[in-house]
Structures are given as structure tokens and as C-alpha cells.
């Protein structure tokens, strides 16, 4: 076990969860970021389909644009970093989420077909759309432009 510069005990567990952190950081913030848009996502859809008695439709086309709306805008400053282009990237950012959003109520529809009721398959939809939309942003709407 080595010794830091203050004399306390590094863990090797700790040093490695620290390289991987430092390695894969954007993702990480991405995931921490895109949970907490998918609470936004998921307690605006429960609200309105089971509280206010709308279809899941509208309830899934109201929670998706509010929890991607503060995706897009702690993304842009906290995460990657980028000011340039907003509107380009926000439109990108829009789109790319338009493809989660199929994804998404894609997913709801076939739970609710198999029996698994919205409810669920709105659960079942957020790792989906996780991963498409990480590979779809990172790649396309923040990645740094070449001058």
C-alpha cells in the first residue's frame, strides 16, 4: 500500500477507482447528469399519466423535452465544456433526443404489449436511451470542432 505526500495510506482500490474516474470522467458526469434528468423525466411522467390521468403519450411528451432541456444546458457548461454554437448543438442535442424519444415510447409500447404496463416500461426504456444517446452526443453534438 503506498503512502501520499500527507502520509495517509493510498488504497489500491482507491487509486484505481480514481484512475478510471479520471479516464472515463465525462462519462461518469454524463450518467450522473442523465440520472438526474431522468428523475426530472420519470416523476413529471408518473405525475401527469397517473395524477393528472393522461395518456402515456402525452405524459412521455411532456417529461422528455423539460429533462432535456437541463441535460442539454449542464451538459454544455459542466460537462463538455463547450459555448460555441449553442443553437447548432442545442438543435443536435434536440435530435439526437428525438431518436431517444422513439427509443423511448418504443420501449413503453412493447412492455405495455407484453404486460408489463407503462409504468414499467418507462423504467425499462431509461438504460436504453442512456446508451444510445451518450454515443450520439459524445460523438456528434459535444464533440470539440476542429478550427
Sequence with gaps: MAISQTGARKSPIGETLRALYERHQTLVKYFLIGCTASAIDVILFLLIFNVLGQTPLVAHSVSVPAAVLFSFVVNARHNFRTTDHVW????????????????????????????????????????????????????????????
Excluded at 405495455?112 to 459524445?138: C, D, E, H, R
Design 88 to 147: 447548432l448543438r442545442l438543435l443536435s442535442f434536440a435530435l439526437v433526443c428525438l431518436v431517444g424519444y422513439a427509443c423511448g415510447y418504443a420501449v413503453i409500447e412493447a412492455a405495455m404489449a407484453v404486460g408489463f404496463g407503462a409504468n414499467v416500461g418507462k423504467v425499462l426504456s431509461l438504460p436504453v436511451v442512456f446508451i444510445v444517446q451518450y454515443i450520439l452526443n459524445s460523438r456528434i453534438t459535444f464533440r470539440r470542432r476542429v478550427a
